[in-house]
């Protein structure tokens, strides 16, 4: 039977599965991280400013604190958070080139914008692995679609096994409807059957 | 020996228990070579069923090899192969000779606690809280099986595990679905949920002859593979369930409606599912049965709802007006497993049917613990998960 061969060569395994749930923790993680740094930047722009050597830039530590928020509550919210971790991934080279912009008027805070833009890099890395294993994820799902479909469990086409068992199977008295409300076995508009 | 045990919500270990022991005459001991994760079990481990205690085994799909039985059990012998039935029969009282199997009278030794929360009590069944015993379950590498003299089906060589392990809950349940909704060859019967259950329902219903059979889903692998089964697939993240089954019919509803989904209806954006999801959370509610209003709405004046999706408890706010007025018939119930098992099998060794198209995940009882919750979360493609307590070949 095809079906019973396409059961054997079942894809999934525990490791696809092992691989799977790790890869929607670490995006879990990283939501997570993404609404705290974002309620920070939010809350504390002075502090976070300070923090990474852009003084004055308040009200865009501002706005990057909304993107950071919505991309968290995206990861958090949806079943298929792929696409909000590739949104992050470009948020965080959004910074790198906030800050790389903020290096020739550093006065003095090099230091401090460099080791901003260190960190950023880092968090890039974590969201650029985390979007690809989602990546993947979600094409191994699509190939699971194309897999399934195959499976019909029955020996002939769906519509060759059409009431295959009416010829050998009468349900028990207890489980027919009663008369009255069997309308519609004898054709429509014929009255109970 | 190794076995899968609830510790509390969301929180399943695999340990080492003692092995089990005849304690009765009737009993058998079995070798578990293939046991199955249920969805039900996911009510379990979800913590929404009351009865649990630390240390519970679990698992009621099983089947294997018989290593010991009683001194009063004259059907099987050790080496028999055999899927045992979810559900604990004495073959004797009244509701068994009837063949209402899943309420056999004699078989819940906590029957007291069981007539306090259902009014009557139930069968015994196998690793399902102490409302109805308190058995040990069959996630495990030997399971003890009572009245092993009535329930277990012996398995003839020639099929796999794979084959013939779901005759002993999902096979025979998405059948039975299908069987009390009295399929005409005029019906359209519509069935919520393509996890399992609703996969076996919506073959049933093909072979017993329903004009269409639509299967209502969110995931596309799920409706791939019950499209592979014949049935239409309706995504309801997509399209308006109730438009679409308008369109399918001709704006009368399908005759029969099946709810393979339970008590644990994934949050949709209608109002319903929110306010279900509320009451759960705060204990005020048991269910989420917005598949239940689905399905009272949308039936075609006398038809029929057939439910063998799980509930426990009480649910709110079903439509009850409707119900009595288009005068639905509901039907539901555990599974009558062994009313249909001699049936189903020959079915599937006239090749009728393989019911293996099921299984996706093949893993050890030790991955067991990590497998509830890729199958609570849907991930990885997971549909039906296998365990192997004597090792994955």
Request: net charge negative.
């Amino acid at each position: 039977m095809d079906m019973q061969a396409s059961a054997n060569q079942a894809v999934p395994s525990a490791a696809t599965a092992r691989q799977t749930r790790s890869a929607h923790a670490f995006a879990r993680g990283l939501g997570w991280f993404s609404i705290g740094l974002g309620l920070a930047e939010l809350v504390a722009p002075k502090a976070v400013a300070r923090a990474i050597g852009m003084d004055g830039r308040e009200d865009l530590i501002r706005a990057y604190g909304l993107r950071e928020i919505a991309a968290g509550i995206g990861i958090l919210g949806s079943e298929h958070p792929g696409p909000w971790m590739w949104a992050r991934a470009g948020g965080d080279a959004l910074d790198l080139a906030t800050l790389g912009v903020q290096v020739p008027r550093s006065d003095g805070n090099l230091e401090t914008v460099s080791a901003a833009m260190a960190a950023v890099a880092g968090v890039t890395v974590l969201d650029v692995a985390c979007a690809r294993a989602l990546t993947r994820e979600e094409t191994r799902r699509q190939s699971y679609v194309d897999e399934y479909r195959r499976r019909s469990g029955f020996s002939k086409p769906p519509e060759q096994m059409r009431g295959a068992a009416r010829s050998d199977f009468k349900a028990p008295a207890d489980m027919q409807a009663p008369a009255a409300l069997r309308p519609y076995g004898a054709g429509e508009g014929s009255g109970p059957a | 020996m190794k076995a899968l045990c609830w510790h509390g919500k969301k929180d399943i270990r695999c340990d080492t228990v003692p092995d089990p022991q005849i304690e009765e005459p009737r009993d058998a001991i079995i070798k578990v070579t293939s046991c199955a994760i249920c969805g039900s079990d996911l009510h379990l481990f979800d913590g929404f069923m009351p009865g649990m205690e630390h240390g519970d085994i679990l698992g009621h799909e099983f089947m294997g090899e018989v290593m010991e039985v009683g001194s009063g059990n004259h059907k099987l012998k050790v080496g028999d192969r055999v899927v045992v039935p979810f559900t604990i029969v004495c073959g004797e009282c009244e509701q068994c000779r009837r063949g209402n199997y899943s309420v056999c009278e004699r078989t819940n030794p906590n029957k007291e606690m069981a007539d306090k929360a259902f009014g009557h009590t139930t069968a015994g069944l196998f690793g399902y809280t102490h409302l109805t015993g308190g058995y040990a379950g069959g996630q495990a590498e030997y399971v003890r099986v009572p009245y092993a003299d009535v329930g277990p089906v012996k398995i003839p060589d020639g099929l796999s595990d794979e084959q013939v392990l779901f005759l002993g809950d999902i096979f025979p349940t998405g059948w039975q679905a299908a069987v009390q909704c009295d399929i005409q060859p005029t019906d359209t019967v519509a069935i919520w949920g393509a996890g399992p259950v609703g996969q076996f329902a919506a073959r049933s219903a093909l072979l017993l002859g329903a004009k269409q059979v639509v299967v209502i889903d969110r995931l596309p692998e799920r409706l791939a593979m019950a499209e592979a089964g014949g049935a239409i697939p309706i995504n309801f993240e997509e399209e308006s369930v109730l438009e679409r089954l308008g369109e399918l019919t001709g704006g009368r509803g399908p005759e029969k409606c099946i709810d393979s989904v339970g008590m644990e209806a994934h949050a949709t954006r209608s109002i319903d599912s929110f306010y279900d999801r509320a009451k759960q959370a705060m204990m005020l509610e048991t269910e989420r049965p917005h598949v239940l209003r689905e399905m009272i709405y949308v039936c075609r004046p006398a038809g029929t709802l057939s439910i063998p999706g799980v509930y426990g408890g009480v649910a709110d706010k079903i439509p009850f007006g409707p119900l009595m007025n288009k005068g639905l018939t509901v039907r539901t119930g555990q599974t009558h497993v062994n009313r249909w098992t001699d049936d189903l099998l020959r079915r599937i060794r006239e090749g009728q049917i393989d019911p293996s198209f099921v299984v996706t995940h093949t893993v050890g009882l030790e991955d067991g613990p990590e497998m509830y919750r890729t199958f609570r979360d849907k991930e990885d493609g997971c549909i039906k998960v296998v365990m192997k307590p004597q090792g994955v070949h």
